[in-house]
């Protein structure tokens, strides 16, 4: 069965640290991989996506970034934490370019403090 | 450019009570549309979607959305609302096959129901 995890499930990190969200998922070849962030009451936006290896497209400038070195794995990533960084991250694939629908793993929840 | 307007951040219903969280789109080009449910400290889960087929789409749950061309919208239902419906809801578009995963979401509805 084609499943997606995604881990740490949560974290509490400083200003200005470093941050690694993974995700991997399985059952399924070259699917589609996203990032969305969910910030407190809001709803969700895209801020990566990626169609294969290597390509990662961003919708929004931010101070994030996202890298796909592995067919099924996707990996949220800052050098430097901030405030605003805080939020609920959702990794999110399609199984193809013409799937239609997206799922969505349990989501990792970030505070910065 | 596409966008989606809930209307209703909170909606209260007593249980047995219908359940209608509402659902207002823009779009350039056909949509595809989509209900996801978020039950606390959870992922999302899809409900139900819409894409180019019958426009009544019967989800999981005894949920049902209604796609209406003329009034743009895509409003969700459920005849007798269930303690455990108790949850956010999220309506999405995106602009069809071969973009379905870059979704652009409602603010979303709080649902609260009411013994």
């Known amino acids: 069965s084609q499943t997606i995890h995604q881990w740490p499930a949560t974290l509490v990190q400083p200003v200005g640290s470093p941050l690694s969200l993974e995700c991997t998922v399985e059952g399924t070849s070259n699917p589609n991989l996203y990032w969305y962030r969910q910030a407190a009451g809001r709803g969700l936006q895209l801020l990566f996506y990626?169609?294969?290896?290597?390509?990662i497209s961003s919708e929004v400038p931010q101070n994030l970034s996202a890298s796909r070195p592995q067919d099924r794995q996707f990996i949220l990533s800052s050098k430097k934490l901030l405030l605003s960084d805080s939020g609920f991250y959702l990794c999110?694939?399609?199984?193809?370019?013409?799937?239609?629908?997206?799922?969505f793993g349990e989501g990792s929840w970030l505070t910065v403090v | 450019a596409q966008s989606v307007t809930q209307l209703g951040s909170h909606v209260s219903v007593s249980e047995g009570a219908l359940v209608l969280l509402r659902c207002n789109y823009s779009?350039?080009?056909?949509?595809?549309l989509f209900w996801y449910v978020q039950y606390p400290n959870q992922g999302l889960q899809l409900l139900l979607k819409y894409t180019s087929a019958a426009t009544l789409v019967k989800g999981i749950n005894g949920f049902e959305a209604e796609f209406k061309k003329s009034e743009t919208s895509f409003h969700l239902t459920k005849p007798s609302a269930h303690m455990s419906d108790a949850a956010e809801y999220f309506c999405?578009?995106?602009?069809?096959?071969?973009?379905?995963?870059?979704?652009?979401f409602g603010q979303g509805t709080t649902l609260q129901v009411k013994p």
């Open positions: 779009s350039s080009v056909p949509p595809y």
């Open positions: 990626s169609v294969g290896i290597g390509q």
């Open positions: 999110a694939w399609v199984p193809d370019s013409f799937g239609n629908t997206i799922y």
């Open positions: 999405a578009v995106s602009k069809g096959s071969g973009n379905t995963g870059k979704l652009i």
